[in-house]
């Protein structure tokens, strides 16, 4: 009988800075971003500025830039993932509460917390969803300029229009994932970059840039909410996963019960507060301002 093939997977770590606690093997790969940015930094890892890449990008499309390497640039992949070099995926618990760790726990937890069970090539695992008091739109306005929010949203309307439902809908509901982390087929990978890519870069054109540094940091933000919404879209199956963040302060860890309790608390404040609001993301008041920003879409 054949011997069934071990499926070959990366999870790509953005790093920017040294950390003696990176998990590194055959399955974590850490990558440098940005770089191009920062060619006097050697952290010994693979570098998003070599092949094609858009490393020079780093400082608005953050850890998108370690994507945008992987998708042009990995060979003999069949699954791929995303974290943070402080940020990890605990693959064993469906868990809405972010539970921090210290540095020196991180290689003494069990191996099935940082190895994903693989099912079949439309699963996506993404960090859990919480709850929010207010909509998703509302929590994007706390990262990035309403109006880039607006442009994205035109963006979409024009050129993937068969989105816009879906995107509609997320934005003005209350119920968010974030980070950018992931882990699918290496094949769905490449369909959610070639998209990805494609509306950040009409978006770009576009947006005029924000001198405040946190608002820089606007296609890095956009990409956490496009992920969920290409999920969606393309009805894949979304596994929930707790996310492990690595700590050295004292945080305090409320448990996944505080948190069920907290998101319960969210869906019922959301769903009085939005009696007799529009909420829908067209809205003349932008659409004002395009104009007058002489931004055409």
Request: glycine content about 6%; overall charge neutral; hydrophobic content about 35%.
């Amino acid at each position: 009988m054949e011997e069934k093939k071990q499926p070959r997977i990366k999870i790509l770590v953005a790093c920017h800075k040294a950390d003696p606690n990176i998990r590194q093997d055959d399955i974590y790969m850490p990558i440098q971003v940005g770089k191009a940015l920062h060619p006097e930094l050697d952290l010994g890892f693979q570098c998003d500025n070599t092949g094609d890449n858009i490393s020079e990008k780093n400082g608005s499309y953050c850890e998108l830039t370690a994507l945008y390497w992987a998708w042009k640039n990995l060979k003999d992949v069949d699954y791929i993932g995303l974290c943070h070099y402080r940020r990890y995926f605990d693959f064993s618990k469906n868990n809405s509460a972010l539970h921090p760790i210290k540095s020196d726990e991180i290689f003494s937890l069990k191996a099935d917390t940082f190895y994903p069970k693989i099912a079949d090539g439309n699963d996506v695992y993404l960090p859990s969803f919480i709850y929010l008091p207010h909509s998703v739109k509302m929590d994007f306005q706390q990262m990035v300029l309403a109006e880039d929010i607006y442009i994205l949203y035109k963006t979409l309307e024009k050129y993937y229009p068969d989105y816009v439902v879906t995107f509609e809908k997320y934005m003005t509901g209350n119920y968010r994932t974030g980070f950018n982390m992931f882990f699918m087929s290496f094949d769905k990978f490449q369909e959610y970059a070639e998209w990805l890519f494609d509306v950040l870069g009409k978006v770009e054109l576009k947006l005029k840039p924000s001198q405040y540094i946190s608002y820089k940091r606007v296609f890095g933000y956009m990409g956490e909410f496009l992920l969920p919404v290409f999920c969606m879209k393309n009805k894949l199956s979304m596994k929930q996963r707790q996310i492990l963040f690595i700590a050295d302060t004292d945080m305090r860890y409320r448990g996944n019960g505080i948190s069920q309790i907290r998101n319960i608390s969210n869906r019922l404040a959301f769903n009085l507060g939005k009696f007799g609001r529009n909420i829908k993301l067209y809205d003349d008041y932008w659409e004002m301002y395009l104009k007058a920003d002489g931004i055409l879409i």
